[in-house]
């Protein structure tokens, strides 16, 4: 069994809830589907986590801290400079610094796998472009995009999870009660986010891939500490706090 996680966000809280809840099954090895820091208060703490991890793609903040943002808009560019004095910080030693700089410029964009690829944002664009569930009705879009996956495609990035169909549907995971049986049709995956959700359930979102059987996870976590954190840092918009209590 796989996990399947992206969009951690620095949150160290719902990282851990995630982490705990991988122990909890079978799981042999941990994708990352990108954005590990970017918006929450413990980007170095994340980052020391995630690098443990099988395959971690670059996602689009990730690379605004690398070099430098592009499109965003005042509270996420503030929150990217502030991530980026962190990760400049030696803490505890110049050495971890510096390998963590090299282990976030080394990501790739894409991992392909068989017949699974994964991505942050889409084929097309994998650092930047959105796949939302509205998309369905965007036909020349979605066609667009169904052609570049080899039959199963895992992303992230729009912070909503949900399963996409050739046939242009999508799915909630309350919808199919958490669970999706993959077929051999072509079909997109979005595993949620970990650290910042935005389909209004508050708690943390990963999936579990055993076989051909999608499980979508849901994690409850002590989101009330990551508030608190995210309101003692200045250059952290306290918004990037209380949209955490709404899962928006
Ligand atoms: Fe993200």
Not at 8 to 14: F, G, K, R, V
Not at 122 to 146: A, G, Q, V, W
Not at 209 to 224: A, K, M, P, Q, S
Request: hydrophobic residues 35%; glycine residues 6%.
């Amino acid at each position: 069994m796989k996990a399947l996680i992206s969009d951690i966000h620095s949150n160290l809280e719902a990282l851990q809830a995630v982490l705990a809840d991988i122990a909890q099954h079978s799981v042999e090895a941990i994708y990352c589907l990108g954005d590990v820091i970017g918006y929450g208060p413990n980007p170095r703490e994340c980052l020391d986590r995630i690098m443990e991890c099988d395959i971690v793609l670059l996602g689009n903040h990730d690379q605004a801290v690398l070099f430098d943002p592009m499109n965003f808009n005042p509270v996420a560019e503030r929150a990217t400079m502030w991530t980026r004095s962190q990760l400049d910080r030696p803490l505890p030693t110049r050495a971890a610094a510096d390998s963590r700089w090299e282990y976030l410029s080394e990501r790739p964009m894409k991992h392909r796998e068989g017949d699974i690829l994964l991505v942050h944002g889409s084929p097309r664009n994998p650092l930047n472009e959105y796949i939302f569930p509205e998309d369905i009705y965007h036909e020349t879009k979605m066609r667009s995009i169904f052609a570049q996956v080899p039959r199963y495609q895992f992303q992230g990035h729009t912070h909503i999870p949900g399963i996409f169909t050739e046939s242009l549907e999508f799915f909630s995971p309350d919808e199919i009660e958490y669970e999706y049986q993959l077929d051999g049709r072509k079909t997109l995956c979005n595993v949620g986010s970990v650290g910042q959700p935005r389909d209004t359930d508050n708690r943390a979102c990963y999936v579990l891939l055993d076989g051909n059987t999608i499980r979508f996870r849901r994690v409850e976590y002590d989101l009330e500490t990551t508030i608190a954190k995210i309101r003692e840092i200045d250059e952290l918009d306290n918004f990037l706090g209380e949209r955490l209590r709404g899962g928006r």
